[in-house]
């Protein structure tokens, strides 16, 4: 094959750009010393040519080919030193995903070869392996963007109007018998008419899908013969998920999207950029450790090791510019080239986390604040994480809206039976003022919710053996009249409490109370149809006419990253 043809190229945008002539390549990396462009066919599996890239401007190493056409399939071997006590973990044997790839190609293989040392050596990640990792690791594909969208007028719900219903793309189709049998499970399934007529009918503005960016397995489940199921273990934050798209195209996602935009639907977006995959000094070397390790990763004083906020193995250093601005660069390509309507920030403390803690004007907040694009749509933090001063319950600046934890746990407090919970259950009805109430922010800031992804559903939900730390929130106009004991209006509340208690009319009850409170509700996909979930590793097989039916697990309340057999 002739050696393929090379220009300079320019150091923005980051990533690989098809411009209707060629391709730029551009990677940011501030310790590499030279940095290789490897392509190869277009499965991915054979290594076609390694290209050297010429130009560093700015700390970016960026090359033009003039002769690449989108669907070229390429990843990077990063050079540099490999020096685990000073940060950096560089190992030009292992084949690196682009951390701006548009799509994935192939799935991950596990195998010893993807660590950047020898795995069982006596010295641990201070040893170097020296095996190439291409045949097991994904790589990047370049994509034309162009996608003719049509000229519907997209509805843009207010705050105060909002309907928040949260699903996960698998769980949400893969059961429904309604759909195309390959439909089932991916984004095309969630844009079929039949699950957009059930979405209307149910009267929801917003379906916020659990994370869709591209993910992996962890290693140790795999060998349990075990998936990933919720998503929670980023690996590109600008490819949508493989395993959820019916079709090699990467633009059958915005498909999904018009669709749902033509019935008026917003699709909002849960994204993890606290933590990637590639976990602490003991996991693998897919992509950024071995870019540029001591950027994109939060170490501590020992730069050998990782600080842990996220529980995850390691935390992202949005302090960083270059990282900040690829997160940014993230959020705006959802939002424009994708047309997505809100954010939901997992663990978003990490992200507003400064050396110094928690600064409701730190960087990233206040990148958010000031940017054009992501000003204008629907932010929603998980204001807590493990790390120090990791609860930020309503301290989030203006524009944002919380997933509100003490709505959720005073109005399990209450109807299961706690005694002395009435104010406080009569406040977060009230849209929780008390928290909120601050820089002009409104109820809306309050997302109310009962039951999300992470915990029981309002089926399962039993308040006699539910913890306080994840007790839920609901409430009926009834509930929140306060009156002297003995009179009717107290006789009935009790009578419900108990049936609550019971688990008769659990669900209704709690799904009153949630869509009459002040500020956004926000409904766990399923519970409308009285759906379970085990707190085990078994799925539960269910068939329902519904598309809200799904079958999930998890082996611990709260996890990041739960798995389910063939999920």
């Not at 594909?141 to 049509?150: M, P, S």
């Not at 095309?188 to 992996?216: C, M, N, R």
């Not at 990233?364 to 054009?372: E, G, N, S, T, Y």
């Not at 309503?394 to 809206?401: E, V």
Request: charged content about 25%; proline content about 6%; overall charge positive.
């Amino acid at each position: 094959m002739p050696r393929t043809r090379l220009r300079e190229g320019q150091p923005f945008p980051l990533g690989a750009t098809w411009d209707g002539l060629g391709v730029n390549f551009a990677l940011f990396s501030a310790n590499a010393t030279k940095v290789e462009l490897c392509l190869f066919d277009i499965e991915g599996k054979k290594e076609l040519e390694r290209v050297e890239t010429p130009e560093y401007t700015d700390e970016v190493w960026h090359c033009y080919l003039p002769d690449a056409r989108p669907g070229t399939v390429y990843g990077y071997r990063v050079h540099g030193p490999y020096e685990p006590d000073a940060g950096h973990r560089f190992n030009h044997n292992k084949l690196l995903l682009d951390p701006y790839a548009r799509q994935l190609v192939g799935e991950l293989q596990w195998n010893d070869a993807l660590f950047g040392y020898t795995v069982g050596h006596a010295d641990k990640d201070l040893s170097f392996d020296e095996r190439d990792s291409a045949p097991y690791a994904q790589k990047a594909r370049v994509i034309d963007q162009a996608f003719t969208w049509g000229n519907l007028r997209r509805k843009r719900w207010p705050w105060r109007q909002t309907i928040i219903y949260e699903a996960h793309v698998k769980g949400f189709t893969k059961l429904n018998r309604r759909l195309p049998e390959a439909l089932r499970g991916t984004f095309s399934g969630v844009g079929h008419a039949d699950t957009i007529e059930y979405l209307e009918k149910l009267g929801i503005t917003s379906i916020e899908l659990l994370p869709v960016h591209a993910f992996i397995d962890d290693r140790y489940l795999i060998e349990k013969k075990l998936r990933n199921y919720w998503g929670y273990n980023t690996i590109g934050f600008f490819a949508p998920e493989p395993r959820y798209m019916a079709t090699p195209f990467a633009n059958e996602f915005k498909e999904m999207v018009n669709h749902l935009h033509a019935a008026g639907i917003e699709v909002i977006l849960d994204v993890v950029y606290n933590h990637t995959a590639e976990g602490n000094e003991g996991g693998p070397t897919l992509s950024f450790k071995g870019i540029d390790n001591a950027s994109y990763y939060r170490l501590p004083e020992n730069k050998r090791h990782y600080i842990n906020d996220t529980g995850t193995g390691n935390t992202m250093n949005l302090s960083h510019p270059r990282v900040l601005q690829m997160v940014a660069d993230s959020l705006r390509y959802w939002a424009t080239e994708m047309r997505i309507d809100g954010f939901r920030f997992d663990l978003a403390t990490i992200l507003a986390r400064e050396p110094y803690g928690f600064d409701e004007g730190g960087g990233f907040l206040d990148a958010c604040r000031q940017d054009p694009v992501l000003s204008g749509v629907k932010l929603i933090a998980e204001p807590w994480d493990v790390g120090p001063g990791g609860y930020q319950v309503a301290r989030f600046p203006p524009g944002w809206a919380e997933w509100n934890d003490k709505y959720r746990d005073a109005v399990r407090a209450y109807w299961k039976g706690d005694e002395g919970v009435l104010s406080e259950f009569a406040t977060r009805l009230a849209g929780s003022a008390d928290i909120f109430n601050r820089r002009g922010r409104r109820p809306w800031a309050s997302v109310n919710f009962i039951t999300a992804h992470d915990g029981f559903t309002s089926t399962t939900w039993s308040p006699t053996t539910t913890s306080t730390t994840r007790r839920t929130a609901k409430r009926t106009a009834t509930a929140a009249r306060t009156t002297t004991p003995g009179t009717t209006a107290s006789k009935v509340r009790r009578q419900i409490r108990r049936s609550c208690r019971c688990g008769r009319g659990r669900k209704e009850i709690f799904l009153a109370t949630l869509l009459l409170s002040q500020g956004t509700p926000m409904l766990l996909a399923g519970d409308e149809i009285g759906h379970t979930q085990t707190a085990t590793t078994t799925p539960i097989a269910r068939t329902t006419s519904s598309p809200g039916s799904t079958g999930r697990s998890s082996a611990m309340a709260g996890a990041s990253c739960w798995s389910s057999p063939g999920a």
